[in-house]
């Protein structure tokens, strides 16, 4: 924990959180970074040794899985068409926009 986040315990920003945090990111719609774990365990610390402490979640990494998508909910669940995949998300965005919209904000 302390060589991920500089302080023993947790509630801290990871050097990766800071890094994007100062440097920004390249791309608005990705990560702003990943996290790799190699071997079978994780940092004594968990994800909290990547995680983004007191900063906005935004500043967040992703974990990479070592077994199956690499990223979690990647594909589509077991019975959902893409068709309907889509829907659902363009229905989201829709929800989304409307509450925006509701309180006054343009866009995020």
Not at 15 to 30: H, Q, R
Not at 53 to 80: C, H, I, K, M, R
Request: glycine letters at 14%; proline letters at 6%.
């Amino acid at each position: 924990m302390f060589m991920n986040t500089g302080f023993q315990f947790f509630g801290r920003p990871g050097m990766g959180s800071w890094l994007t945090y100062g440097l920004g990111s390249e791309a608005s719609d990705l990560p702003g970074f990943v996290v790799l774990l190699s071997g079978e365990n994780e940092p004594d610390g968990g994800k909290a040794c990547s995680g983004s402490g007191f900063l906005p979640t935004v500043y967040q990494g992703v974990q990479f899985q070592s077994a199956g998508d690499p990223v979690l909910f990647l594909t589509n669940p077991e019975g959902v068409s893409p068709e309907l995949r889509r829907q659902s998300l363009d229905t989201l965005r829709d929800l989304n926009q409307m509450h925006l919209k509701s309180a006054g904000i343009r866009r995020l």
